[in-house]
């Protein structure tokens, strides 16, 4: 009898842990997804790169498969509507992704960095100078639906931190 009061014991603890993780799981979720890929050596197999198209020259070019900026280093964003219709948007990096911005554009030079939101190619940016700010500008592409996910992950440029 004992014995089987402490196997309750362990079971209510257990189920107790685990409904507290999956509620913490739940609560960090994440509405959008924001990713900067650098382009890739042509040399590279298709483990490291995937193909892509620079927009601006129609030319075919690779891209790293791995993002070197995630919205796990966005902190903030200011959007705005763009001439076109649809909207462009400036991102605050966090100190992680600033050295990661700075880095690339000190040694990749002349490259393009390529930016996805939820899965979407939306601009490539040609990298002319070092960006040691830690902002990144999107001139358009962005739709309203993506502004309001990003309202629900990252505060506005000038509000509190939350």
Same mark, same amino acid.
């Given at each position: 009898? &004992? ?5 309750? %014991? ?5 189920? &107790?842990?685990?409904? $507290? ?5 739940? #609560? ?24 892509? %198209? ?7 070019? #690779? ?12 902190? #903030? $964003? ?8 649809? $909207?462009?948007?400036? $991102? ?19 490259? &393009? ?6 899965? %979407? ?22 739709? #309203? ?16 931190? %939350?």
């Amino acid at each position: 009898m &004992f014995s089987q009061s402490i196997g309750m %014991r362990r079971l209510c603890v257990f189920v &107790f842990c685990l409904a $507290f993780a999956l509620t913490d799981t739940v #609560a960090k979720q994440r509405h959008c997804t924001f990713r900067v890929h650098a382009q890739a050596n042509p040399q590279d197999t298709d483990v490291f790169s995937m193909p892509a %198209r620079v927009t601006s020259s129609g030319k075919d070019i #690779a891209i790293q498969k791995l993002p070197w900026i995630t919205e796990h280093d966005v902190t #903030a $964003f200011s959007p705005y509507p763009a001439q076109d219709g649809t $909207f462009g948007a400036l $991102f605050q990096l966090d100190d992680h992704g600033r050295v990661v911005l700075d880095t690339l554009s000190v040694e990749r030079r002349g490259g &393009f960095l390529f930016v996805l939101i939820n899965g %979407r190619m939306i601009t490539e940016l040609q990298i002319d100078k070092r960006v040691s700010d830690g902002k990144i500008y999107i001139p358009s592409g962005l739709t #309203a639906a993506d502004v309001e996910l990003m309202k629900k992950q990252w505060r506005l440029l000038g509000q509190r931190k %939350r």
